[in-house]
């Protein structure tokens, strides 16, 4: 997992990988706000982002999730999103497995997970295979915008 500011690209670049910062860099030229949701390519189907509109889950209504195919990155736009985030634990299996159809599986709640909040303005990058439960309610269940960058394994070297 990496974490930072969508402002301070420019000084992180030498610590991000070459993906992350051309996705980083392609998001503050654009008005996210603005965007209608719906999917933007950036490199094809290798580095592309999704502009969504974001229900947050209950704790219990919420599953952590992993990607073998894809990186994320996930932004919050207009209000702080919560995230489950787990180091790698040996042995957990997929609950939901949906890795082949849409390079995603479901987990069950991890014992070692913690909790983190993302204001708009800030991101968090989850690598393929790392543990995460976005959309995690915070007070109330009301709506948001958000984007989420798809970076493909193959251009993080993984």
């Known amino acids: 997992m990496i974490t930072g ?26 008005d996210l706000a603005g965007l209608a949701p719906g999917r933007y390519e950036i490199e094809g189907d290798k580095l592309f982002y999704m502009v969504q509109e974001a229900m947050p889950r ?36 997929a609950s939901d497995d949906r890795y082949e159809a849409n390079d995603i599986a479901f987990y069950p709640n991890p014992a070692n997970e913690f909790f983190m909040d993302v204001d708009p303005g800030a991101y968090a990058v989850f690598l393929p295979g790392e543990l ?11 709506p948001y915008r958000k984007v989420v960058v798809k970076v493909h394994h193959s251009l993080l070297g993984l």
């Open 5 to 30: 500011l969508l402002s301070d690209v420019s000084k992180q670049k030498a610590l991000l990988p070459a993906a992350v910062v051309r996705a980083l860099e392609v998001l503050q030229q654009q």
């Open 58 to 93: 209950a704790l219990d209504a919420s599953k952590s999730e992993a990607h073998r195919t894809y990186a994320d990155i996930q932004l919050p736009l207009t209000a702080r999103e919560r995230f489950g985030v787990s180091l790698p634990q040996a042995g957990i299996v």
């Open 132 to 142: 995460h439960r976005p959309c995690v309610m915070i007070k109330d269940q009301t």
